[in-house]
């Protein structure tokens, strides 16, 4: 468990700095970069919220998966206490973005996280066969689409707002962004589960 704790945090790290590059390029300049957080993830086989959901399987894996969650979270606040510091026009940055999911509300975050956990299921996927292009692709295609994700967010979230500053309404907007990243991680294998199989 102390493993997983540790990687979870990197992971967080890992995305926080993809995030970073975002807020300072922006465009699909920055979503190309954003794709670096991701790499390196799969690269050293960290444990990512978005990167393990589509692949739990055992009893360990369920009880890993907030652990996950919460070291992730970790990992972003503790880029973005240092961004705030260092670099804090990007503050205002990420407070746009915020704005804008809280401002969607708690269903359609869920909608846009769904697209985007199924993105990430897809090129973890192919990430573990050793084909990395898809990472190239996808990454700024659900970034340049505004789909949700959680982890990402969770950078955003504490770069733009001190702890204070969370409401009801923040938590449950962010919260909408971790269910529907889970429901569309696992929307393959929920289909395939549900669907007819062809005869052969």
Same mark, same amino acid.
């Given at each position: 468990?102390r493993k997983t704790i540790i990687d979870s945090i990197? /992971?967080?790290?890992?995305?926080?700095?993809?995030?970073?590059?975002? #807020?300072?390029?922006?465009?699909?300049?920055? /979503?190309?970069?954003?794709?670096?957080? #991701?790499?390196?993830?799969?690269?050293?086989?960290?444990? #990512?919220?978005?990167?393990?959901?589509?692949?739990? @399987?055992?009893?360990? &894996? +369920?009880? @890993?998966?907030?652990?996950?969650?919460?070291? !992730?979270?970790?990992?972003?606040?503790?880029? /973005?206490?240092?961004?705030?510091? /260092?670099?804090? @026009?990007?503050? @205002? !940055?990420?407070?746009? $973005?915020?704005?804008?999911?809280? &401002?969607?509300?708690?269903?359609?975050?869920?909608?846009?996280?769904?697209?985007?956990?199924?993105?990430?299921?897809?090129?973890? !996927?192919?990430?573990? %066969?050793k084909n990395w292009l898809p990472l190239l692709f996808?990454?700024? #295609?659900?970034?340049?689409?505004?789909?949700?994700?959680?982890?990402? &967010?969770?950078?955003?979230?504490? =770069?733009? =707002?001190? +702890?204070? %500053?969370?409401?009801? %309404?923040? $938590?449950?907007?962010?919260?909408?962004? $971790?269910?529907?990243?889970?429901?569309?991680?696992? =929307?393959?294998?929920t289909l395939q589960l549900t669907a007819p199989k !062809?005869? %052969?």
């Amino acid at each position: 468990m102390r493993k997983t704790i540790i990687d979870s945090i990197l /992971a967080g790290i890992c995305i926080s700095l993809g995030g970073v590059v975002f #807020l300072k390029v922006g465009g699909i300049i920055g /979503a190309v970069l954003f794709s670096f957080g #991701l790499i390196s993830v799969v690269c050293y086989k960290m444990k #990512l919220y978005t990167g393990v959901s589509g692949f739990v @399987e055992t009893k360990r &894996d +369920w009880i @890993e998966l907030p652990v996950i969650i919460v070291g !992730n979270i970790v990992g972003c606040a503790l880029v /973005a206490a240092a961004i705030k510091t /260092a670099i804090p @026009e990007l503050v @205002e !940055n990420a407070h746009n $973005i915020v704005e804008s999911r809280l &401002d969607k509300g708690f269903w359609n975050v869920v909608l846009l996280a769904i697209f985007c956990g199924f993105i990430m299921t897809t090129v973890v !996927n192919f990430a573990r %066969q050793k084909n990395w292009l898809p990472l190239l692709f996808g990454i700024p #295609l659900f970034i340049m689409c505004g789909f949700v994700h959680s982890i990402a &967010d969770a950078f955003y979230y504490t =770069l733009a =707002l001190d +702890w204070c %500053q969370w409401t009801a %309404q923040t $938590i449950i907007v962010y919260l909408a962004s $971790i269910l529907g990243n889970f429901i569309g991680c696992n =929307l393959y294998r929920t289909l395939q589960l549900t669907a007819p199989k !062809n005869k %052969q």
